[in-house]
């Protein structure tokens, strides 16, 4: 078996597709026999010291060691489909089957989901289709939030913005942090993450007096 992720600097990420194809057109010719490819079907949180030394790899479960500088790796199930549609046009001497890391669970927040997986598995459409939802909970206050109304995991956006007429303050929440360094403030993601289909996430809230603010995703020009 010919694993091809999380098998590099974490700093590279945990799946590289050219590099990937690569590996496994030199692992054909020298294989004799069949042989199987581990995908990535999962994220991870890697953090680090002020020296640059890995302190944790947090997965499935949380873990008791924990600091301001880290990573989220994810794979991205569009990406990988892409990989896959790819590498089974190709024709590679003794390539028999696909093997999975992790498996979907209710428990692993960093794994995808099972609808996600199933799609994957049998090459059907993926769709990602993030929507943003603002709430009116006070007369003067909204609560934001992210919708996955596609058919695959999407990844969260980056940056959203808002949109109004009237002076405003608010604030993120669920890995959403509020930037008002730029020239127009934003709410940013510091964590990675992928939301499931039919699923939803709080990620802040507005407050403005005299108008509905409407909420975008990326930062105006």
Not at 17 to 26: F, H
Not at 136 to 141: C, H, I, R, V
Not at 177 to 197: C, K, Q
């Amino acid at each position: 078996m010919l694993q091809i992720h999380a098998v590099r600097n974490p700093h590279l990420g945990l799946f590289d597709a050219k590099i990937s194809q690569r590996w496994l057109t030199q692992f054909a010719t020298r294989r004799h026999g069949p042989w199987s490819v581990a995908l990535p079907a999962y994220g991870s949180r890697v953090s680090w010291d002020e020296r640059g030394r890995i302190t944790s790899v947090r997965s499935e479960a949380t873990t008791l060691t924990e600091t301001n500088i880290h990573t989220e790796l994810l794979a991205n199930p569009t990406v990988i489909a892409s990989f896959i549609h790819d590498e089974e046009s190709t024709t590679l001497d003794g390539l028999q089957s696909w093997v999975w890391f992790r498996l979907p669970s209710a428990e692993d927040q960093r794994a995808w989901s099972l609808p996600t997986w199933h799609a994957v598995l049998s090459h059907q459409p993926l769709r990602s289709a993030i929507t943003i939802h603002v709430t009116q909970t006070d007369p003067a206050l909204y609560e934001l939030s992210l919708n996955n109304d596609g058919t695959t995991d999407a990844l969260l956006p980056p940056t959203l913005t808002v949109q109004t007429s009237c002076p405003y303050t608010m604030d993120g929440s669920n890995g959403y942090v509020l930037n008002l360094s730029p020239s127009v403030p934003r709410l940013e993601r510091r964590t990675n993450g992928l939301l499931s289909p039919g699923h939803s996430r709080t990620i802040g809230w507005v407050r403005c007096q005299n108008d509905t603010p409407h909420m975008v995703i990326g930062t105006p020009s």
